[in-house]
């Protein structure tokens, strides 16, 4: 043998051996989920398998978004770059093309040796930092190695389905939620589920060491899922929030119409939804949470057959909180803490399991810590902070505040606060709120006016403008 082919050969085999040293991640991502779960104190919410991985891992009682809407939370936890005026914005943000040059979290880890997948809603663009994905990024109704041939049905070919189909033209949509008539396999999230399994079995085969990305579109708008799931919560049994209603003295540029709803048949175009649809709505949304927690179950139960369990990083986030009336919002899009905080989970090889942290952290942090589990370099451009001492030591001294923000509202979440600053580009500061988690949890109660507050409110001024840091600010790939 020729000295170059036994040098490529030895390479080969020491990258492989390398490699298989390696952990496989799952992460799990889900559209629109709050921590409305009874692991996070729900207690009437059905959520027996997102309950079981809080139980085997770490919970994280404050994580927070950096921006709450999906495509820019996202490209800001896959790049672990913060969101800016010009970066991150909406919900159609595209993480290779508003950082450009920077490593995302599947591309660092394919070009270390794992095996990427992409199913389901992971980037807002299935297309997005596609260089990172071992194969193209797969969505419901996409031919997929080693999946079922099934396929979700038409719109229209199913009982809430077609009251939620989208009209041609995107002028409007349907109704915002119904009980369908379809299996779980035949939604998109059961589709999800079920090449997920199908690549669990295919990369138990390879042997090769995987990032598995699964991302779950419900509890997405609308809300339509089977009816065993509605029957999980009995008409009735569900309330209102206490806070139906605007905080006492809260900024006019906190509060939006909830336009996302708004082009659904059957809603209002403003003001507040009838109590009987509130209620639906609200009922719709627990359904859906329950919908895809049984799509999670069936995930984590092969991988538990297939015993991958033992030697898998298994990481569940929601990209940022949702509005179930409080305040009179609903979706996300504000900088309350409904719409700032998010689940977060992770169960890893090693570490004890069944525990909380009430340390902050957000969701920048998940780029660095599945880099640090993998035993991978951190690249230099990442902003976030690995959160792997907080898996050792939950009650370990962390980060002093959380910041994020939303079109002009820039937000941090302290330990007893929030405090929130709106911007006008020509005038400036607009505009404050500042709520006492001590006392007002629900932020109910704007108090960044009072008199006795006026140094803290100035403190966290300084503090958000400082931490945020400059607009654009990227170090060099």
Same mark, same amino acid.
């Given at each position: ?21 390696? #952990? ?120 997929? #190695? ?14 809430? /389905? ?41 990369? /138990? ?12 579109? /419900? ?21 209102? #929030? ?236």
């Amino acid at each position: 043998m020729k000295l170059s082919a036994f040098l490529l050969t030895l390479a080969v085999a020491l990258t492989t051996a390398f490699a298989a040293d390696k #952990p496989n991640i799952l992460m799990i991502a889900v559209d629109d989920l709050r921590p409305q779960l009874k692991c996070y104190g729900i207690e009437h919410v059905h959520s027996p398998n997102i309950d079981r991985l809080a139980a085997q891992g770490l919970q994280f009682d404050r994580a927070y978004c950096m921006v709450p809407t999906c495509g820019a939370s996202r490209a800001s936890l896959m790049t672990s770059i913060r969101p800016a005026p010009k970066r991150f914005v909406t919900h159609l943000a595209y993480a290779e093309k508003e950082a450009p040059g920077i490593s995302t979290l599947n591309t660092h880890l394919k070009q270390n040796g794992y095996y990427t997948l992409s199913n389901g809603k992971v980037f807002h663009h299935p297309e997005d930092s596609a260089i990172g994905w071992s194969e193209p990024a797969w969505r419901p109704g996409q031919a997929a #190695p080693g999946a079922p041939a099934a396929t979700p049905k038409k719109r229209g070919k199913g009982k809430g /389905k077609a009251a939620a189909a989208k009209k041609s033209g995107g002028e409007s949509r349907g109704r915002p939620y119904a009980i369908s008539d379809l299996t779980d396999d035949e939604h998109s999230d059961g589709q999800v589920a079920l090449k997920t399994i199908a690549d669990l079995r295919r990369m /138990k085969e390879s042997g090769q060491p995987f990032f598995i990305a699964a991302g779950f579109f /419900k509890p997405h708008l609308p809300f339509i899922c089977p009816k065993k799931y509605w029957d999980l919560y009995p008409e009735g049994s569900l309330k209102l #929030p206490a806070n139906y209603h605007t905080p006492k003295d809260a900024p006019a540029e906190s509060i939006h119409n909830s336009g996302e709803l708004r082009a659904y048949s059957g809603i209002p175009k403003s003001g507040p939804l009838p109590d009987d649809m509130a209620l639906e709505m609200i009922r719709g949304y627990h359904a859906c949470v329950s919908f895809t927690d049984a799509q999670i179950g069936r995930v984590l139960d092969e991988l538990d057959r297939l015993d991958l369990a033992k030697n898998t990083i298994v990481i569940l986030w929601g990209d940022h909180g949702w509005n179930l009336a409080e305040h009179t919002l609903w979706c996300k899009h504000s900088c309350y803490e409904t719409s700032m905080r998010v689940p977060l989970i992770i169960r890893a090889p090693g570490f004890q399991g069944g525990l909380k942290t009430g340390a902050l952290t957000e969701l920048i942090d998940v780029y660095p810590t599945l880099s640090e589990l993998a035993g991978l370099p951190i690249p230099s451009h990442v902003q976030g902070r690995s959160f792997v001492p907080l898996m050792k030591n939950p009650a370990a001294p962390w980060k002093e505040q959380s910041i994020g923000r939303f079109t002009n509202g820039d937000t941090i979440r302290t330990d007893t606060h929030r405090f929130t600053e709106y911007t006008d580009r020509q005038r400036g500061p607009v505009a404050r709120m500042l709520y006492d988690h001590r006392a007002d949890p629900g932020e109910n109660v704007n108090v960044s006016e009072q008199p006795a507050n006026a140094d803290l409110a100035n403190q966290l001024t300084q503090r958000l403008r400082v931490g945020k840091g400059k607009d654009g600010d990227l170090p060099k790939p």
